[in-house]
């Protein structure tokens, strides 16, 4: 009985050892194996947004927050309105600015809405949301109206700061690319007044940011209607990589892989 009871003891006493043995191979081979399925899911992310954008892809590790204004909005301030009454500024403004809240998304950016939906923003509320969030770079979206005229044109500050300047020149080299009736070129301070007047869009006065204001066609011309509504999608996305594009160049973020073309 004696004999029995020793082999017994020496026996459990070296399942123990090869028990905790066993479990310390387990937690080596999972931390191992989940290692490898994250760098391989990174990576496959990565590679798929690539592929649909063609563009940079911001890195979980940076941090970039843009302010989209969609101009306008509610009852009280529909912004322009087309010729034959049929269409209004603060729709297509509110249009390409969900678009380009959801091309900044896919791209990593983080984004800060002034409105999403049809209503009342104060004109100086809006650059004052910015501001409160700190964001990186604000973006104001406008279409024109005129008598007669066409195209895209671009407005900064009357000081033509280069950061607002870059963002600008790069946002209008993107649509020009897309494809528009005609650039209008980058433009300092406020439309109807000489720069020297010193004359700006509340916006672009006072955000604290690098900030644009895209004035995207001219609502009261046929050709400017159609090419925004084909080309609303392709408009956003060049948008929004040129707000990426420009974060890069000002060193606000540090992008892996730009797009070459
Ligand atoms: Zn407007």
């Not at 005229?149 to 300047?165: F, I, K, L, M, R």
């Not at 006065?205 to 050709?223: N, R, W």
């Amino acid at each position: 009985m004696e004999k029995q009871n020793k082999h017994t003891f020496v026996y459990w006493d070296r399942v123990f050892i090869a028990l905790c043995i066993f479990v310390l191979i387990i937690i080596l081979i999972v931390t191992g194996i989940k290692g490898i399925i994250n760098a391989f899911t990174e990576d496959n992310k990565s590679v798929a947004v690539q592929a649909n954008t063609g563009t940079a892809v911001i890195g979980s590790d940076q941090n970039l927050l843009v302010c989209i204004d969609a101009g306008h909005g509610g009852e009280e301030d529909c912004g322009a309105i087309s010729f034959d009454e049929s269409r209004f500024e603060c729709d297509d403004d509110l249009k390409i600015a969900l678009a380009v809240e959801r091309y900044l998304k896919e791209l990593g950016a983080n984004v800060l809405m002034t409105r999403e939906d049809d209503k009342y923003v104060g004109l100086y509320s809006r650059p004052q949301i910015a501001n409160d969030a700190d964001a990186d770079l604000y973006v104001s979206l406008h279409r024109n109206s005129a008598e007669t005229g066409q195209g895209v044109e671009v407005w900064v500050n009357y000081d033509a700061p280069d950061d607002d300047t870059l963002l600008a020149k790069n946002i209008l080299d993107g649509l020009d690319k897309v494809g528009i009736s005609q650039n209008r070129g980058v433009q300092f301070g406020y439309q109807g007044y000489d720069p020297t007047a010193k004359v700006n869009y509340v916006v672009n006065e006072k955000s604290f940011m690098p900030s644009c204001l895209v004035e995207l066609g001219f609502i009261t011309d046929d050709e400017d209607n159609k090419l925004f509504d084909e080309n609303l999608d392709a408009y956003a996305e060049s948008i929004a990589e040129a707000i990426v594009k420009t974060a890069d160049e000002l060193n606000i973020i540090e992008i892996n892989n730009i797009d070459q073309e």
